[in-house]
T-cell receptor, first 113, second 112 residues
Framework: KAGVTQTPRYLIKTRGQQVTLSCSPI?????VSWYQQTPGQGLQFLFE???????NKGNFPGRFSGRQFSNSRSEMNVSTLELGDSALYLC????????????FGSGTQLSVL | SQQGEEDPQALSIQEGENATMNCSYK?????LQWYRQNSGRGLVHLIL?????REKHSGRLRVTLDTSKKSSSLLITASRAADTASYFC????????????FGKGTKLSVKP
């Protein structure tokens, strides 16, 4: 079974631009979560989607948004990029049948210049 | 906000030695999980211990949970150079599954 796939692996953008990151969960997994990881703040929860609905949202500004498609694939979008958005963005999927462990992708390393 | 806090922040040991990492958390939990992250990569789930369990083993890993002290420890026995990574504990609120709250991690370095 293929793991969680995130694309692209690396991304360089400039301030003010917007970016879209993609995540394909493990086949059969219906829950997708997104996390931001920075050296200063560590791993912070962005949002979680299940069956195309946002189920939980972390404490991030409205510039951060996401969606999930009917095939469980998910995208997150960051508009009007700021220098502080530079981070490793991690996507994780789970079955959502009571098994709580998450399966993570390798992440997208975003650099904002 | 961080729920778990790992201790120590960094740990350096020789191959063959045991490594112990601790995690403290603040609110009541359904379970506590440990994950490993190799530099710049995604996290890998290691072990999950439920709130009604006190100890769990998986290969060279041993996890304990003390809900009265709101703390957990991860022991890696007979460490190998390949165990070099950051280790994170994670807890989730009872009503949600994907919303895990991670600590800042312990960076383990195992020298050959």
């Amino acid at each position: 079974k293929a793991g969680v796939t995130q694309t692209p692996r690396y991304l360089i953008k400039t301030r003010g631009q917007q970016v879209t990151l993609s995540c394909s969960p493990i086949s059969g997994h219906r829950s997708v979560s997104w996390y931001q990881q920075t050296p200063g703040q560590g791993l912070q929860f962005l949002f979680e989607y299940f069956s195309e609905t946002q189920r939980n949202k972390g404490n991030f500004p409205g510039r951060f948004s996401g969606r999930q498609f009917s095939n469980s694939r998910s995208e997150m979008n960051v508009s009007t990029l700021e220098l502080g958005d530079s981070a490793l963005y991690l996507c994780a999927s789970s079955l959502d049948t009571g098994e709580e462990k998450l399966f993570f992708g390798s992440g997208t390393q975003l650099s904002v210049l | 906000s961080q729920q778990g806090e790992e201790d120590p922040q960094a740990l350096s040991i020789q191959e063959g030695e045991n490594a112990t990492m601790n995690c403290s958390y603040k609110t009541s939990i359904n379970n506590l999980q440990w994950y490993r992250q190799n530099s710049g990569r995604g996290l890998v789930h290691l072990i999950l211990i439920r709130s009604n369990e006190r100890e769990k083993h998986s290969g060279r890993l041993r996890v304990t949970l003390d809900t009265s002290k709101k703390s957990s420890s991860l022991l890696i026995t007979a460490s190998r150079a390949a165990d070099t990574a950051s280790y994170f504990c994670a807890t989730g609120p009872r009503e949600s599954q994907g919303n895990l709250i991670f600590g800042k991690g312990t960076k383990l370095s195992v020298k050959p």
